[in-house]
């Protein structure tokens, strides 16, 4: 098993409000189905100064109508961003699936001699870890352009405020919880829905679990893909800071989370966050997370945040993915970044 090295890691450029985003699709072929969300992200995008291109072939749709064209293609389109000069940033249309299947198309000797931000989120992980742990590069994870910026009646503020100032500085990045969220499903098949702007109708803030200070490397993502991170990339999650969260599925935490700590060293972590649930109320999945943890790591002593927004859930936080985070129960998240 091999460990994140922090040392290694290149920190992109600073991005300003002028820059150049190339739109890249790794998985979904959303930018097809609901174009005119993608309008709504690029007028959001130009709104704030942002210059906005799409890779060749980002509106492509697999035979089989669930990817953003074959792996080769999708993977042509981020090496293509990468190379260019023009380009000062890549952000992901969306996730949802074929992340992995990238990554035997990707090279890791060019995005090491062009390193810039690449954004993602759920899926694009295995992208993130790639530019970590092949190309020594970190990344951002936490938006894309279809789910986030695209939003009905415009991107909530804290989501753009949150990816501008990830791009934009090298001083350390402070994460506070939102005071409200939405956790309403998005239907990329009928367009008069996805239209309709989603309710804020979940509580927000963060609940402590464990006191303490950790610090360490951020790895982690939605659960269901930990393990197969940890697997595919021989990661080490001790004195790593671990992150994960759950999407609309119906599998159960418990048995997911097991798997994550039958892969992994759990008990090693330097801390734990827990990203909101986009169902169950904010109290009852802060019960049901420590419960969990009693269960299969009891007696840790590592600081412990549920209820994050690093989520499913709108608006989100946009944070450095491999670098290093600071844990400070109970009310600071801060991500270091170092140059």
């Known amino acids: 098993m091999t460990s994140l ?19 890249v699709s790794p998985g979904l072929p959303t930018l097809n189905y609901i174009p005119d969300r993608a309008r709504r992200a690029e007028r959001a995008l130009f709104e704030r100064g942002f210059t906005v291109s799409y890779g060749g072939r980002a509106f492509l749709v697999s035979a089989d109508g669930g990817f953003a064209g074959s792996a080769q293609d999708r993977a042509a389109d981020l090496m293509e961003a990468f190379a260019d000069p023009s380009v000062d940033a890549i952000l992901a249309a969306d996730a949802g ?11 890791p000797a060019t995005i090491a001699a062009n390193p810039k931000p690449f ?8 992208i993130n870890q790639f530019l970590a742990s092949k190309a020594g590069v970190s990344s951002l994870y936490g938006c894309t352009l279809m789910v986030h910026i695209g939003e009905a009646g415009g991107p909530y503020p804290e989501t753009l405020d949150y990816l501008t100032r990830a791009l934009a500085s090298a001083d350390p990045l402070e994460c506070a919880p939102v005071p409200s969220r939405t956790g309403g499903l998005i239907s990329l098949y009928e367009p008069e829905l996805e239209r309709l702007p989603r309710e804020r109708d979940t509580l927000g803030g963060w609940t402590w679990l464990r006191p303490g200070i950790g610090r360490g490397t951020l790895v982690g993502g939605e659960i269901t893909l930990v393990p197969e991170l940890v697997s595919c990339f021989g990661l080490s999650l001790r004195s790593a800071v671990l992150f994960w969260h759950v999407g609309y599925h119906d599998f159960p935490v418990q048995q ?7 892969q992994a060293d759990v008990a090693g972590l330097a801390g734990m966050i827990v990203g909101a649930h986009p169902v169950i109320p904010p109290a009852e999945w802060a019960a049901t997370v420590g419960a969990l943890l009693e269960e299969f790591v009891p007696g840790t002593a590592f600081p412990v945040v549920v209820n ?3 989520s499913h859930l709108c608006p989100s936080w946009t944070v450095p993915y491999g670098e290093e985070v600071i844990l400070e129960a109970p009310d600071r998240i801060a991500f270091l970044r170092r140059p």
């Open 119 to 126: 954004i993602g989120y759920c899926d694009n992980v295995f």
């Open 308 to 310: 994050a927004d690093l």
């Open 5 to 23: 090295e922090l040392a290694v890691l290149q920190i992109p450029a600073p991005v300003g409000a002028d820059a150049h985003i190339r739109i």
């Open 256 to 262: 997911l989370l097991k798997k994550v700590c039958d």
């Open 97 to 107: 699936q074929g992340g992995r299947d990238l990554l035997d198309h990707l090279d």
